[in-house]
């Protein structure tokens, strides 16, 4: 492959994916506020278009033509660039991910994802890992104590749990011994017995699967996890200060972060685009596409039937959560994995 | 001139330009973020060598744990500008003087000793199974003694934090 047709593959699909996350970032918005009303026996948005679908475009126009206020006691160049590196570590992060097998159009093949790294696990690891800093940044930028409080919160709750979900990560490498994304999808293709399929969470990783959610609600900082935004006690936590599209950054955020985290699960644990494939060559293309997607849709649906569902934690049972249950479980798991592969 | 040497460049010129302005800084929090973006830069030279997995962990672990605690402390204890001093006269005599030497005497050891006197692209241990051979075969027992030193570190950091509300129980 030519240079110049690799830079004109690596345009087209980073226009595309980014097309495609921003949508389902505004889709997935629209879809929560949808299905927690129905949980809590109201119709959700109604009014926008059939079934609210347009609201997402709505709320976008809306918040693009606020007042873009900036608080006089705030430490501007600070303030302004915490929501770009949250934004932008949120989005970095879907380059690695791969949605399928490779596809082959007018007679040029390439692999459907951004770019095909040996290192692309570490790589979605090291963007999420400075995503903490849109946050902390934004909470101390403020100089506000709500948001102050919301940004220590959300900093130390993200550095702790990062610990056990990166463990819970460790015991899928073990049994992969690879980094690649697109070789721990392989890893799990094949069914035993002919009818469950070889996906990590049937073999052995099922517990890492748990704590792997668990951390990665607490990462998101979703509920049950979502403390630093605790509406009853901080306002809104760290972007309390924020409106206009600075707020919206960090609503963006926290969704395409959801998206990462659903996606790496389907992955790592759910077998990624593996699933039946039949029927004429193009299906052989699209369906583990669709797997894909299906299995990163049910995640989302997870993540919004916990927040329809259960309480926020309190501060110290979230850390002693963290430290005293999730890290040993997590270590154990991989000792566990560790005596299985060598024995 | 190559896109490597082009890159080496330019990611060699961040960083020292975030390490200059981790000490022109008087706010501490700017002065930390200054300290990311040297980490940063560093991970880019280390891809450049072909050490991938080490410079993904540079990130992870340098720029996206330690970091985060140092900006986490700096928040907690909300610690403001820095008054600016004259300096230390014994900073400027022997500090300075001392720097200059240090580096020399790397740079020396440097050239010296490792052959050709350059690093070609690539030549670092770069797949995580060549380092893990490194770090738990040929230098097993190094590796050992640094994490029995951070050990010793974590066990008189929880010494020196439990200290206080023993003396306060005593006293009540």
New interface residues.
């Given amino acids: 492959m030519s240079v110049g047709l690799f830079i004109v593959i690596s345009i087209i699909k980073t226009a595309i994916s980014l097309f495609v996350l921003l949508t389902a970032v505004a889709y997935s918005v629209w879809l929560e506020r949808k299905v927690v009303g129905h949980i809590q026996n109201r119709w959700g948005p109604t009014r926008v278009g059939p079934f609210g679908l347009l609201q997402p475009l709505a709320d976008g126009v809306k918040l693009l033509f606020k007042e873009d206020l900036l608080p006089p006691q705030a430490y501007t160049p ?1 303030f302004i660039a915490a929501p770009m590196i949250a934004m932008l570590c949120a989005l970095a992060s879907i380059s690695v991910i791969p949605i399928g097998n490779e596809i082959t159009i007018f007679g040029v093949t390439t692999p459907l994802e951004i770019t095909d ?3 692309g696990l ?2 979605i ?2 963007i999420t ?2 995503g ?2 849109g946050v ?2 934004s ?2 930028s403020s100089n506000s104590k709500y948001s ?1 409080l919301g ?2 919160r959300a ?2 709750q ?2 702790s749990y ?1 610990i056990a979900l990166g463990l819970s990560l460790v015991g899928v490498l073990i049994v992969t011994g690879s ?1 690649s994304l697109r070789d721990i999808v392989n890893a799990q293709a094949g069914y035993f017995w002919g009818f469950i399929p070889r996906w990590n969470i049937f073999t052995g990783q099922f517990i890492a699967f748990f704590i792997y959610l668990t951390a990665a609600y607490a990462e998101t900082n979703r509920i049950p996890f979502d403390l630093p935004e605790a509406e009853t006690e901080l306002v809104a936590g760290y972007h309390t200060e924020y409106s206009s599209m600075k707020f919206a950054m960090f609503f963006m955020a926290e969704y395409a972060n959801m998206i990462t985290v659903s996606c790496v699960a389907t992955l790592l644990f759910l077998g990624g685009w593996q699933g039946p494939v039949f029927g004429p060559p193009i299906l052989h293309m699209l369906l583990p596409v669709v797997w894909f997607l299906a299995k990163v849709f049910v995640f989302m649906l997870i993540y919004i039937w916990v927040r329809g569902t259960l309480p926020r934690f309190r501060y110290d049972q979230l850390m002693a959560f963290g430290w005293k249950v999730l890290l040993p479980i997590s270590i154990m798991n991989l000792v566990a994995t560790a005596l299985a592969v060598a024995w | 001139m190559s896109l490597h040497l082009v890159l080496f460049i330019s990611f060699g010129a961040v960083c020292v330009a975030g390490a200059i302005n981790l000490l022109v800084q008087r706010h501490p ?1 700017n002065s930390a ?1 200054s300290l ?1 973006v040297v980490m940063g830069s560093l991970a880019g030279e280390y891809l450049l060598l072909g050490a ?2 080490v410079a ?2 540079q ?2 672990v340098y ?3 330690i970091m ?2 140092f ?2 402390t ?3 204890l909300n610690a403001g500008e820095e008054e600016q001093t004259h300096g230390s006269r014994v900073a400027l005599l022997i500090g300075v003087p001392g720097m200059v030497l240090g580096s020399v005497l790397v740079t020396w050891v440097l050239f010296s000793h490792s052959g050709t006197g350059s690093v070609a692209a690539g030549a670092l241990p770069g ?2 199974k060549t380092l893990g051979r490194l770090l738990f075969h040929d230098f097993l027992l190094p590796f050992e003694v640094t994490s029995i030193l951070i050990l010793i570190a974590i066990m008189g950091a929880v010494v020196l934090a439990a200290r206080p509300r023993r003396i306060q129980k005593r006293e009540g």
């Fill in positions: 600070l790294v040996n290192i570490l790589i690891l090291g890992s400075l903490v800093y902390a940044l909470g101390w102050m940004g220590l900093s130390a993200m550095v990062e980094f | 929090i973020l990311v991938e997995f993904v962990v990130v992870i720029a996206g744990a985060v605690l900006v986490f700096i928040m907690l797949p995580p």
